[in-house]
């Protein structure tokens, strides 16, 4: 199936295009600045180098995690940049199984102090993980380990950041920070005809001459079509799910799917049932 970009700019909540923007061997400044924007520590990151990003786990399954971005620091921290296009069941969980290879990975033979370099989830997320009420909305939430009785941090070693999207909801002529503008720009970039002028900046001048979808090769173009192809499937599943709510409506979630044409591990994945339930369903789908 072919897609027609009219867009003039990539969208970064696709893979292609986040991973076009932000894992760019030759140039990381995009990168960099974003995460120190996000995570909210000026200067924290000056030079990256990228990880690989499939971590093999030690069972005997060798049970492995795949990161869209994973890389260190010139201090020895370790940056997981996770892109979230729909909720998933037990998606917390994934991000403590994600966040647990870079500590194990620290480990060394031997006698060891136990001495941790600083983890950093940072999940970039296109829906509301924590539901609160609108008032109380914030858009970049910061997860660390506390003492339960005096709130104050047992440890700095593991962090996790995630940024809400969908929460939020400033327009250009409102931005002010540059948070605000990347936030804006992750959100907003594949609807907007040219930069606005609420977001100067060399590193934004930097952005959307990179986003340019013009300059794709043709085979960059391929690969952005089957991306776009995909994250309109995943919202459209998520759509369905938000609308069923749980497991039967999952089911008949699953089912609408189907009608869709959507690959049966794409559904599994975003619905929480397993490839055996959706197969099952398709089966009595064939046989009705």
Known sequence: MEVFIKETYLNPLTDFGFKKLFFNELDKELLIDLLNEIIQEQGKITGIRYLPTEQLGNDRENRKAIFDIYCTNEKGEFFIVELQKAREPYFRDRSLYYSSFPIQNQGKKGIWDFKLK?????????????????????????VRLLRERTKTIYSDKLNFVFVELPKFKKEAHELKTNVDRWLFLLKNLSKLDSRPVEVQGKIFEKLFKLAEIKQLTPK???????????????????????????????????????????????IAKITGLSLEQVKALREQKLNN
């Open 220 to 266: 960059e173009m391929e690969t952005y079509n089957k991306s776009i192809l995909e994250y309109q499937d995943i919202r459209r599943i998520a759509n369905y799910t938000r609308e069923e709510g749980r497991k039967e409506g999952l089911k008949e979630t699953a089912r609408n799917c189907l009608k869709e044409g959507m690959p049966i591990e794409l």
């Open 118 to 142: 600083a983890v950093y989830l940072v999940a970039i997320l296109d829906f509301i993980i924590f539901d609160e009420p609108e008032e109380e909305n914030h858009v970049i939430e910061h």
